[in-house]
């Protein structure tokens, strides 16, 4: 079914992240993690293993949800501690729903009824979100376009496709939107919400990530004379 591209959304794995400074958030953490009980429990890590400002957590299987563990580690930006994952106990993937829920059974259990220190702020992220969550009006008006006039089953195949799809993801490259919107969102943005099918909408996503990739070789060309 196709949505009315102005209010459509897709669902994606939720995001819980502390801010703050690495030590407030360690000690956050620990004093979270003697909290945990139920069906909850925390698992100790080795630090020379994982490094520092990584948790670990189990929970049980519910009609909710199966069990699994749930990681906290540190993000590449030093002041953030965020879920890295969440991994099934006995399958072998959880569905954003699944994922979704044990996310948000953990917040809700043990982090939001807590005392948040001074200097940190917890950041859950929505599960439910529009295209504005990665681009800006400019970005999604050149997608819609291109959408909207593209023949279905040819892509990219007449040439004023073709520009009407270069001009999105120049713009893409230009505004550096291609670090957080990603081809595989691009693709399901395209099957879910704009009607294109499941082939014709995954070939544009490796054809987005191809024209991407090749614009930030040709940036680093332009600037260093060489290509990592």
Known sequence: MIQDDNVAQIEIFRELSILGSPQLAADFMKRISKTVSGIWSPIEINPHEWGGNTFCFSCGETEEHPAAKLWFAKSHNKNKLYVSN?????????TKTEYNRILMEFYKTFIEPFPVDKGLE????????????WLDEEAIRRLNSFSNCANKSTGTG??????????????IHDKGFFSKFYPDILGRWLNEVLGWHEEGAHK???????????????NEYHITGDVN
């Open 86 to 94: 969440i991994v099934p106990l006995n399958m072998n993937s959880l």
């Open 122 to 133: 917890i950041i859950v992220e929505e599960d439910l979100v529009g295209l504005d969550h």
């Open 158 to 171: 007449h040439p004023l496709d073709e520009r009407r799809w270069w001009l999105f993801c120049f713009y």
């Open 204 to 218: 544009l996503a490796l054809n987005y990530e191809r024209t991407l990739r090749t614009l930030e070789a040709y």
